[in-house]
């Protein structure tokens, strides 16, 4: 059974620049999650998605979108980079919306110049 | 709204000994989940151990259990033999048992680095 895979692993982009994260779902997971990790915080949820759709979102701009694939892998797009957007970015799957384990990946780790 | 407190940034424990790594929260709901993860220095967290609400009796795994006290909404995770790779942070998490919305997310605290001394 293949477990939660995101890309990149590492990345560096300049700020006002646009960024996009991709994560693969543990296989039958039909519900996505994005947090944002910032060095030497806990992770912050940014969104969910079920079936494709958005269900969820937590205290983020606009600037922060993503998609969900028929086959459950997602993307977290970021536009208009800024310095404060460095971070882990951890996405997380589960069987089942409201389900109550979430299975991570190990992140993207994203340095904004 | 939901928070999460993780009052020791820092622990340190011998190895064989026993460590606690506490916990408290706050919510007005009655039905959650708590939940401890590990995340070593490879960054995927792990999940150690969960806890459901209204089961009266502590979740155990192995060398690793739970202290969990509704009423005074604490949730203290016991670590017991304390091995070299137990070394990580550790952040305890709160989610709610409402499906749908961002009630569905977890509530992370900002996590207790846990040294293990040979």
């Known amino acids: 059974e293949t477990g939660v895979t995101q890309s990149p692993t590492h990345l560096i982009k300049t700020r006002g620049q646009q960024v996009t994260l991709r994560c693969s779902s543990q296989s039958g997971h039909n519900t996505v999650s994005w947090y944002q990790q910032a060095l030497g915080q806990g992770p912050q949820f940014i969104f969910q998605?079920?079936?494709?759709?958005?269900?969820g979102r937590g205290n983020f701009p606009p600037r922060f979108s993503g998609l969900q694939f028929p086959n459950y892998s997602s993307e977290l797009n970021v536009n208009a980079l800024e310095l404060d957007d460095s971070a882990l970015y951890l996405c997380?799957?589960?069987?089942?919306?409201?389900?109550?384990?979430?299975?991570f990946g190990e992140g993207s780790r994203l340095t904004v110049l | 709204a939901q928070t999460v407190t993780q009052s020791q940034p820092e622990m340190s424990v011998q190895e064989a000994e026993t460590v606690t790594l506490s916990c408290t929260y706050d919510t007005s709901e009655s039905d959650y989940y708590l939940f401890w993860y590990k995340q070593p220095p490879s960054r995927q967290m792990i999940l150690v151990i969960r806890q459901e609400a209204y089961k009266q009796q502590n979740a155990t795994e192995n060398r690793f259990s739970v202290n969990f006290q509704k009423a005074a909404k604490s949730f203290s995770l016991k670590i017991s033999d304390s091995q070299l790779g137990d070394a990580a942070m550790y952040f305890c998490?709160?989610?709610?048992?409402?499906?749908?919305?961002?009630?569905?997310?977890?509530?992370f605290g900002k996590g207790t680095k846990l040294s293990v001394k040979p």
């Open positions: 997380a799957s589960s069987l089942e919306l409201g389900s109550g384990e979430l299975f």
């Open positions: 998605y079920y079936r494709e759709e958005e269900n």
């Open positions: 998490a709160y989610r709610s048992a409402v499906h749908g919305g961002s009630q569905g997310n977890l509530i």
